[in-house]
């Protein structure tokens, strides 16, 4: 038996043609349609990027528990299960994370390894800029990206198709050979939407402003045809990953793979192109479009083959599959399930689906229903990290952030290891974006959130079951005000609680123009605002919690319109500051139009 996983980053479901009608030019997505099993329930889990492949190691969530980290001595891993059984397991890849402190246990698990370098302004390529490491670390990660293109000048010297090389040299060195898993693992189409001129010439259309292929997390405040833009150069890069895919396929055709071999399509996550306002991921709640995965499954135990399935699967039920599928038994601690039982005859697989980013929303869907459980506080708080690996994406923890860990006690899962319990802080605070609730059937675009407190209770319940089964600490229903010891009730319900905040954050962010006196005083530094006692006194009263809170996170030139792009300020209280601020008498801080940005 042998296995091949193909894996993308930021894939959206909607964009390919087995499930949405499309612009993408990608027939090689219908062509394995008619090959495999489409998928048209599967959700993520944990997010993002390494997150997402500690559970396709695991089997189990980990969001719960801690964020963005290596796998952890406890955990099981399927490529090393398959490997310490006998079965040959390859990665190939060009998934920069890999490398990083937060990602640097992962490969070793696999019998043997390939990397590409050159994405998302990857450290390879050392060329002394005038610049030198000045400036943000976007700001040097998008100059280093612009050194690594300059060393791609063809689509052959592009990493994925260095990658798609290596996977098909695996392939045909290996295919009359039995008992071995490839991962064959692109970072496409993850931003920055690189492609060659081939691939942009499938999307012709008239652009005149400023190179748009790697947008940053925020609102959308761009101008539609910049929008646009970004969709077409990201549209570009799918029609590539399309490519590699037909070369897999290929492959499998020439060598008569079919009757033997599992194949697995999937990504971790999508990416948002504007929907619902917002450029990304992880800064926003996770909507439809960001966790509702594509995903293709060929297995030679079912035959089963142009066709669909609707049960509600997920991210956990990939290493279960890989498993019993080379004849060995998932662990205890693995939460997933086989896919073949839904080949077999769509039987349910789990109840509920749960899914998220350490500190954001926890949410949770039954396949219908859409539940996104915000903090019950503003301080999104308590919330604690539990490792044994502590590591952040990029860097270690800090001294500061060690300094005063506990020991905690052991979780089911941590074959009786005790971790380190460090106090956390997230990437965004979900209760200023409030709980939210959807229903699919009625509003299948996920844009108009519904109250019905009837509703509500039920998925709280299935949202506190499944994190209890998970073994969530104590302080995640703290966090999310759900009472930790007994069966929530109708006093644990936010959605009517926090719905002014939640319709507020879901407004569509205008751009500076649309503001009174174009947003001249939108687009001052915060922190040179309140060097004005005129406009600290205005930003006291619209937006207290800024003033009262320490800006020591703040960089230096962040404005008031840029600091809406990732934290939700409503258009009437962007307005009313605009009004005031340019109302201000001259003398002083003077708020005119002429300081607006272009």
């Known amino acids: 038996m042998k296995a091949i996983i193909l894996m993308f980053d930021s894939l959206n479901r909607h964009m390919l043609s087995p499930y949405a009608d499309t612009i993408v030019d990608a027939p090689n997505f219908a062509r394995l349609a008619e090959k495999s099993v489409t998928f048209d329930n599967f959700y993520a889990g944990s997010m993002p990027c390494m997150p997402a492949r500690r559970e396709m190691h695991t089997g189990r969530y980990n969001f719960l528990h801690r964020s963005w980290g290596p796998l952890e001595p406890f955990d099981d891993s399927m490529p090393e299960m398959l490997g310490q059984a006998g079965i040959h397991t390859h990665l190939v890849s060009d998934h920069p994370h890999y490398w990083e402190d937060g990602g640097a246990t992962y490969h070793p698990r696999y019998t043997t390894w390939e990397f590409f370098r050159g994405q998302e302004g990857d450290p390879w390529k050392g060329v002394v800029t005038p610049q030198g490491s000045a400036g943000?670390?976007?700001?040097?990660?998008?100059?280093?990206?612009?050194?690594?293109?300059?060393?791609?000048?063809t689509e052959a010297e592009h990493p994925q198709t260095r990658t798609v090389d290596a996977g098909l040299e695996f392939i045909e060195t290996n295919h009359a050979a039995d008992q071995w898993m490839l991962q064959l693992e692109l970072f496409d189409p993850h931003e920055p939407f690189f492609t060659h001129e081939g691939y942009k010439a499938k999307y012709p259309h008239e652009y005149a402003g400023p190179e748009f292929d790697w947008p940053s997390y925020q609102k959308v405040s761009e101008p539609e045809e910049q929008v646009d833009h970004a969709r077409y150069e990201y549209a570009a890069l799918v029609?590539?990953?399309?490519?590699?895919?037909?070369?897999?396929?290929?492959?499998?055709?020439?060598?008569?793979?079919?009757?033997d071999t599992m194949l697995v399509v999937n990504t971790d996550h999508g990416f948002l192109l504007g929907e619902?306002?917002?450029?990304?991921?992880?800064?926003?709640?996770?909507?439809?479009?960001?966790?509702?995965?594509?995903?293709?499954?060929?297995?030679?135990?079912?035959?089963?083959?142009?066709?669909?399935?609707?049960a509600l699967t997920q991210t956990i039920d990939i290493a279960p599959t890989l498993l019993r599928f080379f004849g060995l038994e998932p662990t205890p601690d693995m939460q997933g399930q086989d896919l073949a039982a839904v080949l077999d005859d769509d039987a349910e697989v789990h109840q509920g689906a749960l899914f998220?980013?350490?500190?954001?929303?926890v949410n949770v869907t039954d396949g219908r229903y859409v539940y996104m459980r915000a903090s019950a506080g503003p301080a999104n708080a308590p919330l604690e990290d539990f490792t044994l690996m502590p590591t952040h994406m990029r860097a270690r923890f800090a001294v500061g952030e060690l300094a005063d860990w506990q020991p905690a006690e052991p979780f089911r899962f941590t074959k009786?290891?005790?971790?380190?319990?460090?106090?956390?802080?997230?990437?965004?605070?979900?209760?200023?974006?409030?709980?939210?609730?959807?229903?699919?059937?009625?509003?299948?675009?996920?844009?108009?959130?519904?109250?019905?407190?009837?509703?509500?209770?039920?998925?709280?319940r299935l949202l506190a079951g499944l994190m209890h089964d998970s073994d969530a600490p104590e302080s995640q229903f703290d966090r999310l005000g759900i009472p930790f010891g007994t069966v929530p009730d109708t006093g644990h319900l936010l959605v009517r609680k926090q719905s002014d905040r939640a319709a507020a954050a879901l407004e569509q962010l205008p751009p500076l123009s649309g503001f009174p006196a174009a947003g001249a005083g939108l687009n001052i530094p915060i922190l040179e605002l309140r060097q004005d006692p005129r406009c600290e006194a205005i930003l006291t009263k619209h937006l207290p919690q800024l003033v009262a809170t320490e800006l020591i996170n703040i960089r230096a030139q962040l404005t008031l319109h840029q600091m809406a792009r990732v934290t939700p300020i409503s258009e009437a209280v962007l307005t009313q500051l605009a009004r005031e601020l340019a109302a201000l008498p001259p003398g002083g801080r003077v708020v005119t139009a002429g300081t607006a940005e272009p």
């Open 416 to 460: 009786g290891l005790r971790s380190m319990k460090i106090q956390s802080r997230s990437l965004m605070n979900p209760w200023t974006h409030g709980t939210l609730l959807f229903d699919l059937d009625a509003d299948p675009g996920q844009n108009y959130p519904i109250t019905d407190d009837g509703v509500e209770l039920r998925m709280l």
């Open 136 to 153: 943000t670390a976007m700001t040097r990660t998008r100059r280093q990206d612009a050194i690594n293109r300059s060393y791609m000048p």
């Open 276 to 310: 619902h306002g917002w450029w990304a991921k992880s800064v926003m709640p996770w909507f439809k479009e960001l966790v509702h995965l594509p995903m293709f499954l060929w297995d030679p135990r079912t035959g089963d083959r142009d066709t669909r399935r609707g």
């Open 356 to 361: 998220g980013i350490h500190g954001g929303h």
């Open 239 to 259: 029609s590539m990953c399309d490519r590699s895919l037909g070369r897999v396929l290929d492959a499998m055709d020439r060598h008569g793979l079919w009757k």
